[in-house]
T-cell receptor, first 114, second 114 residues
Framework: AQSVTQPDIHITVSEGASLELRCNYS??????LFWYVQSPGQGLQLLLK??????LVQGIKGFEAEFKRSQSSFNLRKPSVHWSDAAEYFC????????????FGTGTSLTVIP | DTAVSQTPKYLVTQMGNDKSIKCEQN?????MYWYKQDSKKFLKIMFS???????INETVPNRFSPKSPDKAHLNLHINSLELGDSAVYFC?????????????FGPGTRLTVT
């Protein structure tokens, strides 16, 4: 069965430091992969997505993610974190067939300290 | 223009009451969803409709009844509210029912049952 694991429940980084949020998935084929961000009191916003091709994908707000098939991972990175990046981050896997299309991870809460 | 809107944003009610949450999307999407986000930020899919047809019906108490009058609207009616129903409910939409399509989320409805 498909599943998504975000091993880090909470991460704290200093403003200006680099960031990496981990995501591992379990899926029988190459999945569709997504990262969403949820700012406090808001809905989820798509940061980036991977379908095929170049394994390094660029997203909005300076984020990027790298798909590594051998590690079943899709980690999110940002070279320099801003205080406004403090939010909840969700990794998601989309199934290729219809049915239960999206599997969300449990989220990683990011705190940014000055 | 808001892409996916929900009303109300906040809903406080007593146990045993019946309440509805409304969702509308102006993206021209065919598929709409209801998610429940608990206090630990875990996102659980509840229902999905594609062109007004129910395609996902997860294990949810039958006190929850979705209704899609047209493909731009998906409402959620909850009967006999219980304390455990307190959560944030998100509506989302996507171009189609496949996991290929990213989902666009509404701002959420925070339901508090007292």
């Amino acid at each position: 069965a498909q599943s998504v694991t975000q091993p880090d429940i909470h991460i704290t980084v200093s403003e200006g430091a680099s960031l990496e949020l981990r995501c591992n998935y379990s899926y029988g084929a190459t999945p569709y992969l997504f990262w969403y961000v949820q700012s406090p009191g808001q809905g989820l916003q798509l940061l980036l997505k991977y379908f095929s091709g170049d394994t390094l994908v660029q997203g909005i707000k300076g984020f990027e993610a790298e798909f590594k098939r051998s590690q079943s991972s899709f980690n999110l990175r940002k070279p320099s974190v801003h205080w406004s990046d403090a939010a909840e981050y969700f990794c998601a896997v989309g199934a290729k067939n219809t049915g239960n299309q999206f599997y969300f991870g449990t989220g990683t809460s990011l705190t940014v300290i000055p | 223009d808001t892409a996916v809107s929900q009303t109300p944003k906040y809903l406080v009610t007593q146990m045993g009451n019946d309440k509805s949450i409304k969702c509308e999307q102006n993206l021209g999407h065919d598929t709409m969803y209801w998610y429940k986000q608990d206090s630990k930020k875990f996102l659980k899919i509840m229902f999905s409709y594609n062109n007004k047809e129910l395609i996902i019906n997860e294990t949810v108490p039958n006190r929850f009844s979705p209704k899609s009058p047209d493909k731009a609207h998906l409402n959620l009616h909850i009967n006999s509210l219980e304390l455990g129903d307190s959560a944030v409910y998100f509506c989302a939409s996507s171009q189609g029912p496949s996991g290929f399509y990213e989902q666009y989320f509404g701002p959420g409805t925070r339901l508090t049952v007292t």
